[in-house]
């Protein structure tokens, strides 16, 4: 009986908590991967976070926008193994009503980072690798979301093979480059202004501004001229006083002819 | 006449958000003013409480962030400290599903004391430029806006974070009812998205 009237309150509940019964791990599947199939001490090797998101739903970017939560890694790793800083793919923009801008990704993305392992033959096998992941998954509704992820790989002299080769290419290549690469022939950017030239036409060029807590980018607008794009945005602090950018890195990011989304990054400059 | 008053109520709301869209609440400028109905129905407007403190809370009970602060009493904890002081807490809805009796239900379920404003339209987040829930706003006894952005220092969801994290209105209004100048008059605001139509 009491089982019974649990049950019925339980049901009465339901409507009072559609929006919080669906929880943020539901939507948003993660998975711990590597480019690997075996540690090689002394070596570094590529570890991926792939979240896998549900339809319609997304999460954020190191810059989530308006509002939004980034996604967020706390790596646990075995003794004398480090982790590089984690790459975040070229994001898409959304807005939704209200003119509240978010940065992020829909469907999956895969945040990579590279680890080294330690020097020395005396690695115990297997060897766990783990992060705790956070995130928060938005729709209509936000749900925070979090898993501990991990991984098990054999430590190993010398027979390591590639493993999960296209993913890793695929997600690597989506990284916003440091370098002028083809199709970029050249990039300026002086106090509020970006210029970018193409060698081949790109599409959907968008400009991300970087995570900052003291600046606020504003009236960003981006032109495109045959070839060139124009991007023109204005910088200021919360006092409302210009800001100066040094140090703090905005993407540009854009489709190729190939229809693949790349980014570029666009180091920050003196205001 | 049901046509009529369709595009009465078109040219209204028109009028309104065109009124309102450059006046967006700047630290040390006028507060927007703003009539809205709380749960009960009642209307509760920024000119009635001229002369006093008062603080806007963006509302939106299905936001994670939300319910952080209220799940561990600390937003109504707030709400009751300053209350004492003679500082008036409004939280306001511009949720688009918003509505009086949705107010009135989670205000009895989280032994909300203060009024719930129904803003459903947008208009009154919008002219505040309310972009996240909960973003906050201070309004001093000159009704100009002394502080805006968000509640506190650190961005996240979960419960244990407020212990840890300087609370910005708390500082804020300390240094309002103070009579001194406010150290961190802006922040940036964190949390969802306001859900506007």
Known sequence: ?271 | MFKTGLFALALMATASFTGFASAEAKVGEAAPAFSLQDQDGKAVSLDEHKGKVVVLEWFNEECPFVVKHYKTGNMNALAAKYAEKDVVWIAVNSSNFTTNDKNKAIAEKWSIKHPILNDANGATGKAYDAKTTPDMFIINKDGKVAYKGAIDSIKDSDSESIAKATNYVAKALDEVLADTAVSQAETKPYGCSVKYK
């Open chain 1, 1 to 271: 009986m009491p089982f019974f009237l649990a049950m019925f309150l339980a049901a009465l509940a339901i409507p009072t908590f559609v929006a919080h019964a669906q929880d943020g791990k539901g939507l948003v599947k993660a998975e711990l991967l590597a480019d690997t199939t075996a540690i090689v001490p002394g070596k570094s090797f590529n570890v991926g976070i792939r979240l896998t998101v549900e339809p319609a739903w997304h999460v954020y970017w190191t810059n989530p926008g308006d509002a939004g939560l980034p996604i967020r890694v706390t790596w646990k790793l075995p003794e004398g193994f480090t982790a590089s800083d984690l790459q975040f793919p070229t994001p898409i923009k959304f807005v939704q009503p209200g003119d509240i801008v978010g940065y992020g990704y829909e469907q999956e993305v895969m945040l990579i980072a590279t680890i080294t392992a330690p020097v020395g033959d005396r690695m115990k096998s297997p060897v766990v690798l783990s992060a705790d992941v956070k995130w928060l998954v938005c729709k209509d509704v936000c749900i925070p979301g979090k898993a501990t992820i991990a991984l098990d790989l054999p430590a190993s002299g010398d027979d390591a093979k590639p493993a999960n080769q296209d993913l890793f290419k695929t997600w690597t290549d989506r990284m916003p480059t440091a370098n002028v690469l083809a199709p970029l022939v050249d990039l300026s950017h002086n106090a509020g202004q970006i210029r970018l030239d193409w060698s081949s036409d790109v599409t959907e060029v968008q400009f991300f501004p970087p995570a900052s807590d003291d600046v606020t980018f504003s009236d960003i607008d981006v032109k495109q001229a045959g070839r060139t794009t124009t991007i023109t945005y204005k910088a200021e602090s919360l006092d409302g006083k210009p800001a100066s950018l040094a140090g703090l890195n905005g993407v540009v990011g854009y489709i190729d002819k190939d229809n693949h989304r790349r980014g570029i990054v666009v180091p920050g400059v003196k205001g």
